[in-house]
């Protein structure tokens, strides 16, 4: 049987772009052929409510299901108020660069290393013209951060229960570099050595 890529995308902090990055991860898999499939760990149920409405190209399930499903990679959208680091073996973490978000952040960040994580860590939005938020992105950067910017396209697709890979959000403004950051993100997850042994 195929080895399935487990990644979760965890923060204990809400609204820092877990679910967001779970579904548009997933969106960003099927544009390279690879099949994924997002299992919803949040009781307010966010990716499951994208799949609800049907514009998803890809399955988003409640739970773990029993048996092990034919994709290639799985993407755990977790729950805010989590403090349990998740056991696969890579973790995506998005942030705020806010300073209280920053420092929850970084207690987390810390959770993960003790139990020995692989962190990929992405800046998601933050008001570039505060002086410490873009000092504080830039810093993370530097340490090998990805950061997507604030941008209309995610709440325009969101709305809609869409990605911003569907093809209705084509004309949406600097769609193209939002994609190429999710990307990215995606082809250095894929690059990272998965571990479902933990899992
Ligand atoms: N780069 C960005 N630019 C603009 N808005 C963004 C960006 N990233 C995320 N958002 C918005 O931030 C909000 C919170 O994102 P999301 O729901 O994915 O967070 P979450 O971490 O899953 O929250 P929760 O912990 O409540 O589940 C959403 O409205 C989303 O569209
Ligand atoms: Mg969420």
């Given at each position: 049987m195929k080895n399935i890529k487990l990644v979760s995308i965890w923060n204990p902090k809400g609204g820092q772009g877990k679910?967001?990055?779970?579904?548009?991860?997933?969106?960003?898999?099927?544009?390279?052929?690879i099949k994924p499939m997002v299992i919803c760990?949040?009781?307010?149920?966010?990716?499951?409510?994208?799949?609800?409405?049907?514009?998803?190209?890809?399955?988003?399930l409640?739970?773990?299901?029993?048996?092990?499903?034919?994709?290639d990679i799985v993407f755990f959208d977790h729950q805010a108020s989590d403090w349990e680091v998740p056991s696969t073996h890579l973790l995506v973490m998005p942030l705020k660069p806010a300073r209280d978000q920053y420092a929850t952040y970084i207690d987390a960040?810390?959770?993960?290393?003790?139990?020995?994580?692989?962190?990929?860590?992405?800046?998601?939005?933050?008001q570039a013209?505060?002086?410490?938020?873009?000092?504080?992105?830039a810093y993370l950067k530097e340490q090998g951060a990805f950061v997507i910017p604030s941008s209309g396209v995610f709440s325009r697709a969101s709305e809609d229960y869409r990605s911003i890979f569907d093809s209705s959000m084509n004309k949406a403004y600097k769609v193209g570099e939002r994609r190429r950051e999710i990307s990215k993100i995606l082809g250095?997850?894929?690059?990272?050595?998965?571990?479902?042994?933990?899992?």
């Open positions: 679910s967001m990055l779970a579904i548009n991860l997933a969106a960003a898999s099927i544009e390279i052929g760990q949040d009781q307010q149920g966010t990716s499951i409510n994208y799949f609800r409405e049907g514009n998803l190209n890809f399955e988003v409640g739970e773990i299901p029993q048996e092990k499903p034919d994709v960040l810390k959770r993960a290393k003790t139990k020995n994580k692989e962190v990929i860590t992405v800046v998601t939005g933050g013209h505060r002086k410490s938020e873009k000092s504080t992105t250095a997850i894929l690059l990272k050595q998965s571990d479902n042994s933990q899992n």
